[in-house]
């Protein structure tokens, strides 16, 4: 329920059952659910297993970063989710519109004397390799790669339809 970081750092997932994020002295870089995730909780939301909540993050003379997966992470979980079932491509546009679990609008925050940021986008340098690891252990076609270099540095809706488009090239 409660995820606490003092006079030190944290580095870990954004997860739906905490609640509240106390910060104090410290630092807390949380990783963002990749979009197919997303898509199942707000799936699972809809269909009436889930409920809405809020999510509290308290900053004090410290700093909360939420960090957007990198574009192989987004790709890999969506192709998992629709290989194994979990998610329909033809789900995507009556899903998307409903993804804000996870947006400024379930988001509360306060910070004092420190920083919250929360779309940060993964490093041109963590993009790239990321893609590169990726196609050469053959989990990325070439196609794919390349629909997904589009989506370096970008956010949004056009980060998304990267990702949606680099499935369907592959």
Known sequence: MIQLCAFGGYEGPLRREKKCFLTVFGGSDLNRPTLARQLISAQAQKDGKG???KMIFLTLFGSTSIKCPTLAEEYLDLKQSV??????????????SEL???QSSSLMSLTLFGSFAEHTLPTENEEVEGLALQRHFGNISDDSGHVLELGVGRSGA????VVFQALRAG
């Open 51 to 53: 409920a809405a909540s």
């Open 100 to 102: 804000d679990q996870f």
């Open 158 to 161: 056009h980060r998304n339809s």
């Open 83 to 96: 290989e194994n079932g979990s998610l329909e491509l033809g789900d995507w546009r009556n899903y998307i």
